[in-house]
């Protein structure tokens, strides 16, 4: 059987290092591969645990890519602005930091910043949040990265992910 590992930061590659789990898992005749981050790959070798197959994940951004943003930011901002306002408000207060140089910019932006939270936080009292993120998992599941996912794991005889 073979267990893979996904590891999107060398952090996550660190606590399969420090909890030793391919030589736990190895002693019990399982093959363990990790995947991680492509851009991480080359230093990710260099320190992969022992017993462990360092391998890269896909190629993929949803931040970019405009498939799948639009879906996503709904889904976020409504959960966000709906469950935890403050944490939100904060972070885009931090954000604006870069119109520093001219306050009514900066003051537009944070007011445009305090409509958007608050037509999101609406949206998730009326259930929007739930409605959106399920629309964003549908998106998701028809993006071309889930099938080439699918090939991997086959290929890998992948048991348990």
Known sequence: MTI???CDSFLALRNVRNGDLGHRLKEQGERVVVLVDPQQYEGSLDRAPRDVEIQRLLPFDPYHDPGIQPAMYRAYMARKAYYDPKTLWTKVRASSTGNGRSPLRRAASLSLA?????????AGRMGRAQVW??????????????????????DLDAELV
């Open 4 to 6: 893979v590992i996904g």
């Open 114 to 122: 305090r409509a958007k939270i608050a037509y999101y936080g609406w």
């Open 133 to 154: 993120r399920q629309e964003f998992a549908q998106v998701l599941q028809q993006h071309p990265v889930v099938t080439e996912y699918e090939t991997m794991l086959a």
